[in-house]
C-alpha cells in the first residue's frame, strides 16, 4: 500500500516535472510553422536569395552571452542588410517579431536550436525584456551579426 502510494507519488511529479518542457516544445514546433516556415523552411536550411539557413548555423552563438543577445534582437528589432551565411550572401528582410510574446518568442529559438542546432538548454527567455529595453534599427542588427561572429565565430 505504502510502496504503490510512493509509486504513484513519483509518477505525478514525473508527469508534472516533463509537462512544462514538452508544452514549450510544442509551442516552439508551432511558432515556428506557423511564423518562420514561410521563409526558413521546414528543414532550417532557408531558401537561396530569401532567407538564410537556421540549421547547423547557430550553435556558437547560442554559447556565448552575446550571441544570444543577438538571437533576441532578430526577433524584437527584425533585421536588414547584407549578411553572409555559409559563404552565401543574403540580402532580405527579416520582420519583427515583437509583437509576440516573450514566451512564443523564447520557445521558437529554444525550437530552432533543440531541433536543428543540436543545442538541447532552453533559450533563456529573459534576453527578450533586455532586447526590448534596447531595442536597434533593424539595419544595426546585421552590423551586430558582424560584430558577434568576429568574436565567437560562425
Ligand atoms: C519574411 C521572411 C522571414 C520570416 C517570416 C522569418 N525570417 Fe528570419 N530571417 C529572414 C531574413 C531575410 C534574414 C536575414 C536578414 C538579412 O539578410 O539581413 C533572417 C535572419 C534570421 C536569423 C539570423 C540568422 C543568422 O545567421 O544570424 C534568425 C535567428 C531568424 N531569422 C529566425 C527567425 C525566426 C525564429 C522566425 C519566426 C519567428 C523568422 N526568422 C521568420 C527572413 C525571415
Known sequence: MAQSFLILTLLVAAIGLSFPARAASAEGATVYTTRCVVCHQSDGEGAPGLAPPLAGTLAKRAASDSGRKYFAQVLISGMVGTI????????GNMPTFAALPDQ???????????????????????????????????????????????????
Open 84 to 91: 553572409k551565411s555559409r559563404g552565401m550572401k543574403f540580402n
Open 104 to 154: 512564443e518568442l523564447a520557445a521558437a529559438i529554444s525550437y530552432v536550436l533543440r531541433t536543428f542546432n543540436d543545442v538541447s538548454e532552453p533559450f533563456p527567455i529573459e534576453n527578450f525584456a533586455a532586447a526590448r529595453a534596447a531595442a536597434l534599427a533593424s539595419a544595426d542588427v546585421s552590423k551586430l551579426r558582424a560584430r558577434v561572429i568576429a568574436e565567437v565565430g560562425e
